[in-house]
């Protein structure tokens, strides 16, 4: 056993949790005065994190939370590799340059060789470099027709947190269209109430959070068509592909929503969702070399090296871009497919079973739109709330999430189930096993105060 520094070989005991460590309570908000063996504080944090919930339970994500052992390696041998250090780790550099290009070739890209786009720590960053390139573009556009550019607006629908964040750091007026009757997602009949001169693009989103539908981005584009006609007003849109971005192109394959659509300038994704890769990964991609405005490139001097860069992040590691390239290289379009296909088929079929149970109303049937399903309460009082059925499961470490609409629909309360890559349908069938059991818990032990479920309806 190596010496600890400063303690006598005498003071080390023979098991883990006799170690004299192991007898105090840790440090929680302060350095300790001295250090500890390795072993025993790498287990003591490991009993900590029994505390969180299993990641494999948790149908509330839209994350990956299952990874081959070969990832896990690539991961590993990546720990130390700063991805930003192009110069020191150039294989790394280029590895993130095919999987910009591979992207770009699978959105349909008009020369996926001439392209740029970037990874980023996730969905939420690459939306945002996409929403700043819009409003520069915009910017540009006004001060060289001698126009005032202070008051950018941009249109979406019910959006992830990540477009408020953008709309308050970079202040910009962020116009979400509600959700008026039975909508699910932005209306596009309504996008000319909210568009005017000073609006720096649209964003429709290819897997609502709330919802998981697609916006129909072939009619928003159609309908700013007819608005440049009309108007003369040429705004651009940015495709919200956090999720859907690589499910549709394999599931989907009839629908039109990337750049086979020339409105659309550029699309962001989560790699770490359905991409398949490692928690740290998303990308951005613009149509063309000239949608990226090049006052947003910046070239940086860095350890020998002169590179260009435009994430809004710097240093961070290079393991989840390699292990995204070694997911888009070992399955390809097939392997792709055959995942995305299965986790769609599971959802479905979830969704089927859960509309049997009798208190439900299908929401969204895990049809047209992401690997998932939603429902509400049928009109009544049964005894619980969905809010209830979420804690009940809980105790079982189900993780479901319940939560009402965006405005103008807040009155109807959802629960959502995310069906991903490491969902076979055998653990879905024992998630079903125990929401059948909490439901004859609460006909035997009613809840107080549920007031009344929420119909839904298509029409």
Sequence with gaps: MALHRGKDPADFAEDIYEDATS???????????????????????????????????????????WLEPEVHGIMDICVDKNMIDKDEYPQTA??????????????????????????????????????????????????????????????CGPVQ???????????VELREVPLDGNDVGMDPAKIAQYVDENTIGVVPTLGVTFTCVYEPVEEICKVLDKLQEDTGLDIPVHVDGASGAFIAPFVQQDLVWDF???????????????????????????????????????NVDYLGGNMPTFAL???????????????????????????????????QWLADEIAKLGPFELFYDGRGGLPALSYTLKEGDHGFTLYDLSDRVRRRGWQIASYPLPANRQNTVIQRIMIRHGTSRDLAAMLLDDIKSALE??????????GTGRTFSHS
């Excluded at 020369?111 to 939306?127: F, Q, R, V």
């Excluded at 020339?262 to 000239?290: C, D, F, M, Q």
């Excluded at 070694?326 to 055959?338: A, D, T």
């Excluded at 818990?441 to 105060?449: L, R």
């Design 23 to 65: 007898q105090v309570k840790l440090a929680k908000y302060k350095l300790p005065d001295q250090s500890f063996p390795a072993s025993v504080v790498a287990q003591l944090i490991r009993d900590e994190l029994l505390l969180d919930g299993n990641a494999k339970q948790n149908f509330a994500t839209f994350c990956q939370t």
């Design 161 to 171: 947190i990540c477009w408020h964040k953008f709309a308050r750091y970079f202040d």
């Design 441 to 450: 818990y609460f006909k035997q032990h009613p809840q107080t105060n549920t």
């Design 313 to 347: 992040n710097f240093s961070r590691p290079g393991g989840q871009i390699v292990a995204q390239y070694y997911n888009l290289i070992r399955l390809g379009f097939e392997g792709y497919k055959n995942i995305q296909t299965a986790c769609m088929e599971t959802g």
């Design 260 to 298: 086979k659509l020339e409105r659309v300038k550029s699309i962001n994704a989560s790699g770490h969702k359905y991409g398949l890769a490692p928690l740290g990964v998303g990308w951005v991609v613009w149509r063309t070399v000239e949608d990226l405005p090049e006052e947003l490139i910046f």
């Design 94 to 155: 280029e590895i993130e340059s095919r999987c910009v290009h591979i992207l770009a070739d699978l959105w349909n890209s008009p020369d996926p060789t001439n392209t740029l786009g970037c990874s980023t720590t996730g969905s939420s960053e690459a939306a945002m470099l996409g929403g700043l390139a819009m409003k520069w573009a915009w910017r540009k556009r006004r001060e060289a027709a001698g126009l005032p550019a202070d008051k950018p607006n941009l249109i």
